[in-house]
């Protein structure tokens, strides 16, 4: 199984690649992240986080395990109006805060087999996209993080290893 990359680690701080082989591979690594993704009990994963550097993300449902892969995505609209909203990263295991993020985007992504969609996104699903796209940016939670609500010593102690 694929291995979720923990912070400090400079891996999470790179862009990703865009991806433009949609083949049996690309299927093989959305089914591997999907596995690693549930299995931490996530509702989201990017690439970065197991050591693919490539623009591929994940958001799935944790209680039926049904999830979608989003290929290049890019959000080509975000709302002014915001929601403050407590997150957490699977890179950032017991490490909450507080994120201030736009209530309303619109993606544009390729699904696994190329096909481009344009779609709009609100409440968590919206969230949890850019909390994700943020990931193949080399940008976490904790960068735009106005107060953190848990786990503050956990981050100092990494922080410092860093
Ligand atoms: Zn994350």
């Given at each position: 199984m694929l291995k979720v990359i923990k912070y400090p680690?400079?891996?999470?701080r790179k862009t990703a690649k865009p991806i433009v082989d949609f083949n049996d591979t690309l299927a093989k690594i959305a089914t591997d992240m999907a596995e690693v993704m549930f299995a931490d009990k996530g509702v989201g994963l990017a690439g970065p986080q197991v050591?693919?550097?490539?623009?591929i993300i994940l958001a799935g449902n944790r209680k039926n395990h049904d999830y979608q892969a989003y290929i290049n995505?890019?959000?080509t609209f975000s709302s002014k109006s915001t929601e403050i909203g407590e997150e957490g990263c699977l890179s950032l295991p017991k490490i909450f805060g507080l994120v201030t993020r736009a209530k309303k985007i619109r993606v544009k992504y390729q699904d696994l087999t190329g096909k481009v969609h344009k779609e709009k996104f609100k409440g968590f699903p919206a969230i949890i996209l850019q909390h994700e796209i943020d990931h193949l940016n080399g940008v976490l939670f904790i960068d735009r993080a106005?107060?953190?609500?848990?786990g503050q010593d956990i981050l100092d102690q990494l922080k410092e290893k860093k």
């Open positions: 680690n400079t891996i999470l050591g693919i550097q490539q623009k995505p890019k959000i106005t107060e953190i609500t848990q």
